[in-house]
């Protein structure tokens, strides 16, 4: 009865799924100027970013969220207002962020359409008088069905992170065991359960689960060995229907954005082929646009410039090296694989020092604030070749090096050799290249 309730709500969703939402207010002594638009239930839910007044009251409208989710507004400090969000929603919002205090007594939800359903997270304790027949929200039993799963599935949420790692060495038949004291006896029937959708904690399971397997050697095939998207491929066999769209296009978002090479992205088509059609269409308009990125990343293309300075102050130009073999470290002191490289470089440094064709370089990005402390860690694992400081993060950001460390090599003429380059721990395939582009006029 439940399964075919949730259906009948999510197909007349449909015939008001065109209709815009509108989040309207003002957050009162809030430093920011803008405020994050998240979906809840995955961790890559940025939806937009909302510009604030001067004295913190902002509008914002959208045509593209064409079905009901679980979402945030947040300055990820005091500020995380949460909401239930759906097509026609017109909400207005106040709170003062002063304090955690101030904000709990403060925040308040008014409006049109949705504004009665998202006056719960004023006070959750008063569900019963929030979904009830005075309600005339369309959603709001999508809804209270989700916040009802939310409870049912706690104690199995609560599970899987404690053991997620497996650090016990469980054996897999000793977890199923578990969940079956929960009441869960066919584990993967109930993952694969799209009415359960709705469930903000049911979201996060499934987004940790494919990973929670690969701890427990549950997918053990032999493709699982040579994959560059390991968790993908567990998905796809794990998965179905509407909960592998869900997943998988969790999955597919994050990877196209870390991507760095062609060869990344082609080893993605075979699971979107397995999308149905519509957010197959939307992850091939993503990955088209990233090819459009990477294009420039790629070997042989110029390398983006840099104008940095060095710790003494003295500025240098990537022009500066034409005619040198350029090997580039992007860091950062807070960055542990980072410093674990550090010993690996000094070795790769040692072994060229000779070899006025080689130019190997450290930039620092994403750690402007950190420089004493780099400083330190500079002198104490002698890093004794050219430390350049990215004080803008523009070199780092023109490389779309948002994973660090990130390693680069430019041949002769300043063009591009790889852009995602072996690390310096890796030096059968890392010397190699370098002792290749030295040899070239």
Request: hydrophobic letters at 35%; charged letters at 25%.
């Amino acid at each position: 009865m439940k399964k075919t309730l949730i259906f009948l709500l999510l197909t007349s969703f449909a015939q008001i799924a065109q209709a815009q939402i509108k989040i309207s207010g003002r957050i009162a002594n809030i430093k920011e100027k803008h405020v994050e638009l998240l979906y809840q239930g995955n961790k890559d839910g940025l939806v937009d970013s909302i510009p604030l007044q001067e004295d913190g009251s902002f509008t914002y409208e959208n045509k593209n969220i064409k079905t009901p989710h679980r979402m945030s507004i947040t300055n990820r400090k005091v500020v995380q207002i949460q909401l239930f969000m759906a097509p026609g929603y017109d909400l207005s919002i106040t709170v003062d962020a002063s304090d955690k205090e101030t904000y709990k007594k403060t925040l308040s939800y008014s409006g049109g359409l949705g504004s009665m359903t998202n006056r719960y997270f004023s006070n959750t304790s008063k569900i019963d008088s929030i979904f009830n027949d005075a309600n005339k929200d369309p959603y709001k039993e999508y809804f209270y069905d989700g916040l009802k799963k939310d409870k049912k599935f706690s104690a199995f949420y609560t599970l899987l992170e404690k053991n997620y790692a497996n650090s016990a060495k469980l054996e897999w038949r000793e977890m199923e065991d578990k969940f079956e004291q929960l009441g869960y006896v066919k584990i993967f029937d109930v993952l694969n359960d799209a009415t359960n959708l709705n469930s903000t904690l049911f979201t996060w399971i499934l987004e940790i689960f494919p990973a929670f397997l690969k701890n427990y050697y549950v997918v053990t095939d032999e493709k699982l060995l040579n994959q560059t998207y390991p968790n993908l491929h567990i998905t796809s066999i794990t998965f179905s229907g509407a909960v592998y769209d869900h997943v998988a296009t969790i999955l597919l978002k994050r990877s196209i954005e870390n991507a760095i090479l062609f060869e990344d992205i082609q080893e993605l088509y075979t699971y979107i082929q397995k999308l149905s059609v519509e957010p197959q269409q939307e992850i091939l308009n993503l990955l088209n646009s990233r090819k459009g990125e990477l294009e420039r990343l790629q070997a042989n293309q110029p390398s983006p410039t840099f104008a940095l300075k060095d710790l003494n102050g003295k500025t240098h130009h990537l022009s500066d090296f034409k005619g040198k073999v350029v090997y580039i470290d992007i860091w950062a002191s807070w960055c542990g694989p980072c410093l674990d490289e550090n010993p690996f470089l000094k070795k790769i440094n040692n072994q060229f020092k000779d070899n006025k064709d080689l130019a190997i370089i450290s930039i620092a990005s994403f750690d402007a604030k950190y420089r004493d402390r780099r400083i330190k860690i500079i002198e104490k694992d002698q890093m004794d070749w050219l430390q350049l400081e990215d004080t803008d993060d523009s070199f780092a950001k023109a490389y779309q090096a948002f994973a660090i460390p990130r390693y680069i090599i430019l041949d002769k003429k300043g063009n591009i050799v790889n852009s995602d380059a072996p690390r310096p721990s890796n030096p059968e395939k890392l010397i190699p290249i370098l002792t290749r582009e030295l040899q070239k006029k």
